[in-house]
């Protein structure tokens, strides 16, 4: 019986650990990645600009092709907006919108993934030479939640792959 206390104390011990540390890791989760691409920024900009282009190039529909898209508002720009819906846990449910666009500059995305959370997306362009360098970045707020604390430290390991992807994509589309 003592063992059974002993090791209970502990494994509470180790939770209450857990929760108090996560109080002390960052309160938004942070990815960014970027690639320089052959080509002026106003040639880029439309394919960032317009959820329709960016499924031209986005590196989630391919882990499955039967995922239901649909878009409402302008067909570019602020409002334009995707619905995506996909039974794959990877690629999941949710809504992107374009919140601010700025020609051949940039472009900000209010995504909304149900239960899983929120974050704000951006795309900046920079003029680079007789190229452009395209910066893909996502932020999240995390919020007081323990566990949505921990998740947050592994948000760079399960999105910048992805990114990276998507970028190597869309340079391969612009470039093309």
Same mark, same amino acid.
């Given at each position: /019986?003592?063992? @059974?206390?002993? @090791?209970?104390?502990?494994?509470?011990?180790?939770i209450?650990?857990?929760?108090?540390?996560?109080?002390?890791?960052?309160?938004?989760?942070?990815?960014?990645?970027s @690639? $320089?691409?052959?080509?002026?920024?106003? !040639?880029?900009?439309?394919y960032?600009?317009?959820?329709?282009?960016?499924?031209?190039?986005?590196?989630?529909?391919?882990?499955?092709?039967?995922? !239901?898209?649909?878009?409402?508002?302008?067909?570019?720009?602020?409002?334009?907006?995707?619905?995506?819906?996909?039974?794959?846990?990877?690629?999941? $449910?949710?809504?992107?919108?374009?919140?601010?666009?700025?020609p051949?500059?940039?472009?900000?995305?209010?995504?909304?993934?149900?239960? /899983?959370?929120?974050?704000?997306a951006?795309?900046?362009?920079?003029?680079?030479?007789?190229? $452009?360098?395209?910066?893909?970045?996502?932020?999240?707020?995390?919020?007081?939640?323990?566990?949505?604390?921990?998740?947050?430290?592994? /948000?760079?390991n399960?999105?910048?792959?992805?990114?990276?992807r998507?970028?190597e994509?869309? !340079?391969?589309?612009?470039?093309?």
């Amino acid at each position: /019986m003592r063992l @059974i206390k002993r @090791i209970l104390v502990a494994f509470l011990l180790i939770i209450l650990a857990l929760v108090g540390v996560s109080y002390l890791l960052p309160g938004k989760a942070e990815v960014s990645r970027s @690639i $320089t691409i052959d080509a002026p920024a106003a !040639k880029i900009f439309p394919y960032v600009n317009s959820m329709q282009e960016t499924e031209k190039w986005s590196p989630w529909l391919s882990r499955d092709p039967e995922t !239901k898209l649909s878009y409402s508002g302008p067909d570019a720009g602020v409002g334009n907006t995707l619905n995506w819906s996909s039974d794959n846990p990877q690629v999941g $449910t949710g809504s992107q919108e374009i919140i601010e666009s700025t020609p051949d500059q940039s472009v900000r995305t209010a995504l909304d993934f149900g239960p /899983m959370g929120t974050a704000t997306a951006t795309f900046a362009l920079q003029s680079e030479g007789a190229g $452009t360098q395209v910066t893909w970045g996502f932020v999240s707020e995390l919020g007081m939640n323990p566990m949505s604390r921990w998740m947050g430290l592994m /948000m760079d390991n399960w999105v910048g792959g992805d990114y990276e992807r998507g970028l190597e994509n869309l !340079k391969a589309l612009v470039e093309g």
